[in-house]
C-alpha cells in the first residue's frame, strides 16, 4: 500500500509561489497515476492537475493551468506542484493522491492535505 505524506504549504502573497511535495513511501510509483486536489472552505474538492508516473503526462484543470506545474522525482519518489501566479482564489487545503493507472478511475489513497493560504 502506497502511503503519501505532503508537505510545503503556507502562507503567501498574491502573485507570490509555493511548491508542495508529496513523499510516497510503500511501493514504488511506476504504475500509479499521482493526483493533486484541493478543497477551500465551504466548496466540494476539486481535481487540479495528476502525472501519470510512467508516462508523465500531467493534465491540469483550466483554472491552474499555465500557473502550476506537476512533477516527479523518481530517485525520491515523490510528486512536486509548483504553483507560481497565486491569486486568493487558490487558497485551499491542497491533497496528493494516487491510483493504479491501468486498472482504477478512481483515487484511492490519500494524503493528509497541506494548507495554502493566498492573502491580497
Known amino acids: 500500500q502506497v502511503h503519501l505524506v505532503e508537505s510545503g504549504g503556507g502562507l503567501v502573497q498574491a502573485g507570490g509561489s509555493l511548491r508542495l511535495s508529496c513523499a510516497a513511501s510503500?511501493?514504488?510509483?511506476?504504475?500509479?497515476?499521482m493526483g493533486w486536489f484541493r478543497q477551500a472552505p465551504g466548496k466540494e474538492r476539486e481535481f487540479v492537475g495528476s502525472?501519470?508516473?510512467?508516462?508523465?503526462?500531467?493534465p491540469y484543470a483550466s483554472s491552474v493551468k499555465g500557473r502550476f506545474t506537476i512533477s516527479r522525482d523518481n530517485t525520491k519518489n515523490t510528486v512536486y506542484l509548483q504553483m507560481n501566479s497565486l491569486r486568493p482564489e487558490d487558497t485551499a487545503v491542497y491533497y496528493c493522491?494516487?491510483?493504479?493507472?491501468?486498472?482504477?478511475?478512481?483515487?484511492?489513497?490519500w494524503g493528509q492535505g497541506t494548507q495554502v493560504t493566498v492573502s491580497s
Open positions: 493522491a494516487a491510483r493504479l493507472t491501468l486498472t482504477s478511475r478512481d483515487y484511492n489513497v
Open positions: 510503500g511501493r514504488t510509483l511506476s504504475a500509479y497515476t
Open positions: 502525472i501519470n508516473w510512467s508516462t508523465g503526462t500531467t
